[in-house]
């Protein structure tokens, strides 16, 4: 952040860019309710019902998203 | 031939004054009459320092402007899959302008606002879902919120160059410097634009998105009963803990805050009794150096927006003397509007813990209490 009038080059310095973490999409199978998740996919909704992904853990087809997010990096004690 | 330096490089060897020495006191002298003829060149060089500081900052909004734009523009495209190209339609509505009513006589000023918001958002969402006829009611909604965006950062950028320019003009350091003074917030700011447009071009949830998403995990699974009270706004029946609970929130998953204060106005008036308590839950802005998804509770009506909301459930429980309650879960001003962060998503969990034990404690058994999750309930069925 630029703090003296004229942007001088002596106190500018570029911030460190954030990077976008990719959003995740939390699943709920409705067989097992054994939670699984992956990338977030366009137009998911947190309570949608999701037909034809297989639950990793039983097999089942149908799944209910039951949260979105991005996550974030924990940081090191 | 060997050239003579002496008399440059040492006023002693050349016995008193040289040429270097004449040269540097010139230099030094005229810089002094500048200054003592011109008083104000030293402002002129600042100004154009910072007007050059101003300019690389505004290009940046430019580009980030132009970048909106065509997030929106493809969108419309590949969603609502027009038979014409939305371009000069999107930058239409970019220009789009809502003039707020005259406060001169303040009485009745908040139902003249609700009109004229109202009117406003229906007209705009309707000609989005003009430009887009392919797009699902709910994309329309989040679609509209989209271009809403773009209308936000081509307004920023707008205003920003009018004070560039404006102080270019005039030659007002004054006016540059306190435009340029909160360029970073404003270049922050257009940076979670951005972000957003990505969000809602995708249908994400957002941060702001959390005081639903608390009040639709409260009714997940045992919900017995809903429907619309108000423009885009739900109401759930539940059970809780012997505890009738109406839970009040916005249709999701399309991007809109719905009308929770007319839709907590019309339900309590149709309820048979009072509410025993009416709990708000949104998303607040936090201060520096506090953490994101840290979770307050308190008493009010915790409603941001333009007031009407608050200023109707506020109104409705003083006429009934009924409670408010309300939590709020901190996050920051690009935090409300780019995708939902996990810190704040696992707030929503501790918020509906701490929801359940109000319940318990504030309520006896077979008491009504209404909660309304406020928000933007884009990405949240």
Known sequence: ?77 | MTPDFTAFLGPAAAGGENILSVLISLVWLSMFMIFFLYPSFGQRMQLSYMLRDLERKLNKLKMIKDEIRQTTIDTIKKVGKPDFDPAPEVDRLSEFFVIPPESMDPYGVVYKLEHILETGETSYENEVRRLSPHAEEHQVKTLTNLVEISRGINTLYRIVRHYYLLGKKTSNIYLVLQIQMIMPQLVEIAEAYKMASVAFSQGQPIGDSVGVLVAAKLSDGVEKRRYNIAKDTMVQELEIENKRVYVVRAVGPGGTVGRPGEGVKQLVESLPENPKLIITVDAGLKLEGEESGKIVEGVGVAIGGPGIDKYKIEELARQRNIPLYAFVIFESIQEAITPMKESIAKAADVVLQKLRNVLKEKVEDGGIVVVAGIGNTVGVG
């Open chain 1, 1 to 77: 952040m630029s703090s003296d009038s004229g942007g001088g080059f002596m106190s500018w310095t570029p911030r460190p860019r954030e990077r976008l973490s990719q959003t995740i999409t939390f699943l709920k199978c409705m067989d097992c309710s054994a939670e699984n998740s992956r990338p977030f996919i366009e137009w998911d909704y947190i309570f949608k019902v999701v037909e034809g992904e297989k639950c990793p853990k039983c097999g089942g087809t149908r799944s209910k998203i039951v949260n979105i997010y991005v996550p974030e990096k924990k940081e090191s004690k």
